[in-house]
T-cell receptor
Framework: DVKVTQSSRYLVKRTGEKVFLECVQDMDHENMFWYRQDPGLGLRLIYFSYDVKMKEKGDIPEGYSVSREKKERFSLILESASTNQTSMYLC??????????FGQGTRLTVV | KQEVTQIPAALSVPEGENLVLNCSFTDSAIYNLQWFRQDPGKGLTSLLLIQSSQREQTSGRLNASLDKSSGRSTLYIAASQPGDSATYLCAVRGRGSTLGRLYFGRGTQLTVWP
């Protein structure tokens, strides 16, 4: 069974903290994505990666960075967490002509 | 930029009804289209993937069609059940300069009552 695993289901962090969200896939996929999902706004793309050490900005990259040192792992970093980054974060992985698979999501609350 | 629209935004039906959910997209240069299901507070579960060269895919009570030239897809759910209650999302995979990127609609929230 294919698997995309996000390191936490729920996180509570303080304003100004540096936050790391980890995503690991076991399918040898080149492409990985980070989205955030908010009520009424749908899924918005933060960053995506085509391969190791390659990344591209999505629609809302401000306040975020990413790291992809190994093919199986794609990390999302909130440099200085703010309350407007409270959201559901979803990681996905795929190769170009196959299904995309999602992790279970991380519900982040910044207080 | 690719825009994906899903209609209706919400749907409430009695158990047993056959349903059609709609998805439209503005740029026909796609690799594929995928339908997902999302339960409250959870991640997305893949339901069906249709390649750009295909017209439809079936899985159990679900049937998805694709008309790439008109930028439309439908998800047909036969004999709906309360367990089908969830949000259904469609996503298209872009080609060319948007290679690999997934574009999502905002979803249809389905409620099936007994």
């Amino acid at each position: 069974d294919v698997k995309v695993t996000q390191s936490s289901r729920y996180l509570v962090k303080r304003t100004g903290e540096k936050v790391f969200l980890e995503c690991v896939q076991d399918m040898d996929h080149e492409n990985m994505f980070w989205y955030r999902q908010d009520p009424g706004l749908g899924l918005r793309l933060i960053y995506f990666s085509y391969d190791v050490k390659m990344k591209e900005k999505g629609d809302i990259p401000e306040g975020y960075s990413v790291s992809r040192e190994k093919k199986e792992r794609f990390s999302l970093i909130l440099e200085s967490a703010s309350t407007n980054q409270t959201s559901m974060y979803l990681c996905a992985s795929t190769i170009i002509n196959t299904e995309a698979f999602f992790g279970q999501g991380t519900r982040l609350t910044v207080v | 930029k690719q825009e994906v629209t899903q209609i209706p935004a919400a749907l409430s039906v009695p158990e047993g009804e056959n349903l059609v959910l709609n998805c439209s997209f503005t740029d026909s240069a796609i690799y594929n289209l995928q339908w997902f299901r999302q339960d409250p507070g959870k991640g997305l579960t893949s339901l069906l993937l249709i390649q750009s060269s295909q017209r439809e895919q079936t899985s159990g009570r679900l049937n998805a069609s694709l008309d790439k030239s008109s930028g439309r897809s439908t998800l047909y759910i036969a004999a709906s059940q309360p367990g089908d209650s969830a949000t259904y999302l469609c996503a298209v995979r872009g080609r060319g300069s948007t290679l690999g990127r997934l574009y999502f609609g905002r979803g249809t929230q389905l409620t099936v009552w007994p």
